[in-house]
């Protein structure tokens, strides 16, 4: 078995997502210097933000466990690592805005009928106005 140990003078950063296995949505970006301690108080709960320990908490009482994606390794400064986290932040709220059943599909013109996503949003819109 391999045992890791950070080591501060050569800290690197480490960006990662935190992901639920239910939906495929990303739920945090982060960065660290040491991702084994990131592992440690995620699948631990320790120290856990509370709405974030009931998120667990609920994912672990479904038969699920969070998932840990590694994003980007050995960034050299905590600058750096900050920019590459707002990048991959933007990147998953795209995505997540993207695929929400809100956003307005294009009608499907060869049979003749709406998304239904299209058509929820339709009905929203009719009782907002």
Request: charge should be negative; charged fraction near 30%; hydrophobic fraction near 35%.
């Amino acid at each position: 078995m391999t045992h890791y140990t950070p080591h501060e003078e050569y800290a690197t950063y480490t960006v990662y997502a935190i992901e639920d296995p239910r939906y495929h949505e990303v739920r945090l970006v982060g960065y660290t210097c040491d991702i084994y301690e990131v592992c440690k108080r995620l699948y631990s709960i320790i120290d856990l933000a509370d709405d974030f320990c009931d998120w667990v908490n609920d994912l672990y009482d479904a038969g699920f466990a969070p998932a840990l994606h590694i994003l980007e390794v050995d960034i050299e400064d905590e600058a750096t690592a900050i920019e590459v986290k707002r990048y991959w932040t933007q990147h998953y709220k795209y995505i997540a805005q993207r695929d929400s059943p809100i956003v307005p599909m294009q009608d499907d013109l060869r049979k003749g009928r709406r998304y239904p996503h299209t058509e929820k949003l339709r009905r929203i819109k009719e009782r907002v106005h």
